[in-house]
């Protein structure tokens, strides 16, 4: 780690440990504070011009204090941008009188113990890429587009091609005596081509995302690919309502297991808004799935030694063969439902924990994807999801999609304006297929999987 980086964590540190100082000096019973600093670039380009460059820098700092009262604990949560001193002290003061202003409640609390002890590497950042300018990541979304506008003669316009670039510092204390901060960073590429021309013009996309510039696919990649994809689109039908086996590609895949880490949220169980939330210890999914959430996982997208309330993240299994082992909790979601918190708590400097995920995924099979097309008789394969046609009280399941029809085992043609429908209960009981190819785009990952029947409503 650079000695510049080293100074700003020492300041973070000492900016923390002054914000705790002035709050319990105020009258707080208990407080944590994170503190946020970072500082991010984006740029597009569009064809040969570039559309736009956001360069910005921010900090902020969150307090949260909590107040002892009759029956439990009230809470307060209020954020500032302006670290000075008395602006610290006034905010401080001001906090401790909305707490006291809050209702108690018995399960609100810092966690008791247990904070984190030990700070693994895990690969957050290259600190050499702190050294690249917005001129080379601007050349990178450049040399996307143009790999994608000359792909085929058919590309004809294009959506843009965008990077972005994020390093940030974060620094968690409370009055328990933990104080811990970790730095990290984001970088991404996205490149969205259209192909055709006139009424038959579709658009699509790829991206790369990772903790390192290094570790990004390279933009000529990225560029072709996004093409490749936007062509395929091209002269999409319609096909009859039918019943048959889906294929979700792995983006697609991924946002199903998003799905399903709603439906374990501790926030979501505890409320009951969860089709899930009884189903503890249970076979909820077919035997061949297992999903794992792990903020450990080195140069995760996800990763960070420490969660939202100062505990120790940790590799969670959710799933282990189809049973459901474990909900995810934060400390307060942990209490309502009688378990201790698996370091889920997720926090930035404006609000109050809840849960979140970390890195999170589902474990691959051994087939790859044209395997498992190849032993589909007759069937969809989702490449693109619409709508938001999904109740986690419930389990029903609705979206918009388009994608690629499958005949014999082979892809015959794209489909488009249909929708894909199911229980999502038996959707996860019916996948009979998971792919090899595990794909991570940002912090959740799928391989392809196949569910065994699903309607399709079309013409």
Known sequence: MSSATDVAIREGS???????????????????IVLVRGRSL?????????DFVKQAQEQVLGIRVLMNGDGGISTAVTSTSDLAPQALEQMARETVTLARATEADPAAGLPEEGFASDWPDLALLDPDDKTIGADARIDDARSAEQAAMAFDARISNSEGSQVGSDFSTVTYGNTHGFIGEYERASHSLFSEPIAGRGENMRRDYWMTASRTLAGLQSPDAVGRVAAERALRRLDARRVPTTEV??????????????QLASLVNGYAVYREASFLAKK??????????????????????????????????????????????TFLLDSYAARKLGFASTGNASRGAGGPPGVGTTNLWLEPGSETL??????????LLVTELMGMGFNPVTGDYSRGASGMWIENGEIAYPVEEITIAGHFGKMLMEIDAIGSELLWMGSVAAPPLRIASMTIAGE
């Open 42 to 50: 984006e740029a597009r380009v569009r064809g040969e011009v570039v």
């Open 14 to 32: 000492v900016v923390v440990e002054q914000a705790l100082g002035l709050v319990t000096g105020a009258g707080a019973d208990a407080a944590d």
């Open 370 to 379: 044209d395997e498992i097309i190849a032993r589909t008789d007759r069937g």
């Open 245 to 258: 086996p889906v294929i979700f590609e792995s983006m697609q895949a991924a946002g199903l297991i998003r």
């Open 280 to 325: 503890l210890g249970e076979i909820i999914a077919a035997p061949s799935v297992t999903i794992i959430d792990d903020g450990r996982l080195t140069g995760g997208l996800g990763s960070k030694p420490f969660d939202g309330e100062g505990l120790p993240t940790r590799r969670n299994t959710i799933i282990q063969d189809g049973k459901l082992e």
